[in-house]
């Protein structure tokens, strides 16, 4: 996945030959994989001149190669506030969308795709990208169908399984119930029977003599 970044050329103002300086030696790191150090070059371009877009855009492919997506993306997003040129704000839009893609944020890739290519409809790499994007979203979006499908499957025999263990309980404590009834049925129906008895048979207190 192809990623742009800038050298700055600017002839003019000794401040401006400074910040030149920095941004093309940060540009030098980077292109030999001292990312680090390039970040900390690209960081020293953005306090140089506040207002230039370059030096942010070029920190936000430091961060990429780190792979620290959001602040790649914060830094992107800067360089857009601060340049009117629509093929400079393509460029952003289009590596801001392959931060996106990377950190797994495939909607806002493929939004990120599309503004490229409004920007410049011939971008091939912008193209590819969206097409690609597009297809890794439905295929999370099948995937997620699949989990909330088999989510709800599994909430329905939980319920089923609980359904189940109270009817048994209630089964069980009707039983209990039913069987206290039938003693206590029982111990009174004794007692009349044994009352009964004792009324037909009295007992003699007399003293036979």
């Known amino acids: 996945m192809k990623l742009l970044i800038f050298a700055l050329i600017l002839t003019i103002g000794l401040a401006a030959q400074s910040l030149k300086g920095t941004n093309n030696e940060g540009v030098d790191k980077y292109e ?17 001149d506040n207002k230039a877009a370059i030096p942010d855009f070029n920190l936000g492919a430091g961060y990429y190669k780190k792979g620290n997506y959001k602040e790649s993306i914060n830094a992107f997003q800067n360089s857009l506030g601060k340049s009117t040129d629509p093929d400079f704000q393509s460029k952003a839009w289009y590596n801001i969308g392959n931060a996106q893609l990377k950190a797994g944020d495939y909607k806002s890739a493929v939004e990120a795709y599309k503004n490229a290519l409004k920007l410049d409809p011939n971008d091939a790499d912008a193209k590819y990208n969206l097409s690609y994007t597009l297809k890794k979203l439905k295929q ?68 036979k003599i």
């Open 32 to 48: 030999s994989g001292n990312y680090d150090e390039a970040i900390g070059l690209f960081k020293k371009g953005t306090e140089l």
């Open 140 to 207: 999370k979006e099948n995937e997620e169908k699949k989990k909330r499908k088999k989510r709800r499957r599994r909430i329905k025999r939980t319920i089923r399984r609980r359904s189940r263990n109270l009817q048994n309980l209630m089964k069980r404590r009707m039983i209990k119930r039913i069987s206290r009834i039938t003693i206590i049925k029982t111990v009174i129906k004794t007692k009349r029977i044994i009352n009964k008895t004792i009324n037909h048979n009295p007992i003699q207190n007399r003293i």
